[in-house]
């Protein structure tokens, strides 16, 4: 599912789990959805003001293929701050597992005067044990924050490593639109239990992060 698929394969949850008609208004009938949707939603994160991560401990495991993190609207507590992602298996909580990856950057300012397309070897990891950045620079002003998706594919695998994609899109510090494209994997056959979400520095301040199983 391609990262422009998200929201068509969101539609097809069930109805009445979006609540249609409270959210959005919608009058009509629905009709055409099956009883097992693409997505499953497995539990939410919903920031209190002053988280000092997201971690999600449970329902990631052999019961789909793949996992999807959805954020929405992630606002930090200290300006400039990258948003950052690692694993861990069985009960760790070290969060430190082998990571390699790719990453590239698109950004435009608002004042059209500042624009670049490149790879970011910066923040790309050979083997590193270090939180993956999803993104820099996200800014704390009250309208700022960042927003994405990340794919984790069969975590569950004690014969495979655990392959990512990411994509992110934030209101940068610099009053700039930055969009980042993450992928790689984490370089072990261990079973993949746990996910923590955090900016660099400070708090998550607002925001959620919403957890699927595909099917």
């Not at 500042?114 to 083997?127: C, E, I, N």
Request: glycine share 8%.
């Amino acid at each position: 599912m391609a990262f422009g698929e998200v929201g068509t394969s969101l539609s097809k949850i069930k109805a009445n789990s979006l609540n249609l008609a409270g959210t959005f208004g919608f009058t009509g009938t629905v009709s055409g959805l099956a009883d097992e949707t693409p997505l499953v939603l497995i539990s939410t994160f919903t920031s209190d003001g002053s988280d000092s991560d997201a971690t999600f401990t449970s329902g990631i495991d052999s019961t789909y293929k793949e996992y999807l993190f959805v954020f929405n609207n992630l606002h930090p507590e200290t300006d400039t701050s990258e948003f950052m992602f690692q694993a861990d298996t069985g009960t760790n909580t070290n969060f430190n597992q082998t990571i390699t990856s790719t990453v590239f950057r698109a950004y435009h300012d608002e004042a059209d005067s500042s624009t670049g397309l490149a790879y970011y070897s910066a923040k790309d990891q050979a083997q590193g044990t270090s939180f993956q950045s999803l993104s820099d620079d996200v800014g704390n002003g009250n309208d700022e924050c960042i927003s994405g998706i990340l794919r984790l594919y069969n975590p569950s695998s004690t014969t495979f490593v655990k392959h990512f994609m990411a994509r992110t899109v934030d209101y940068n510090s610099n009053d700039h639109a930055l969009t980042w494209h993450t992928a790689g994997y984490f370089n072990t056959t261990s079973a993949l239990t746990r996910v923590r979400f955090k900016f660099e520095s400070g708090e998550i301040q607002g925001g959620t992060i919403d957890l699927f199983g595909v099917v």
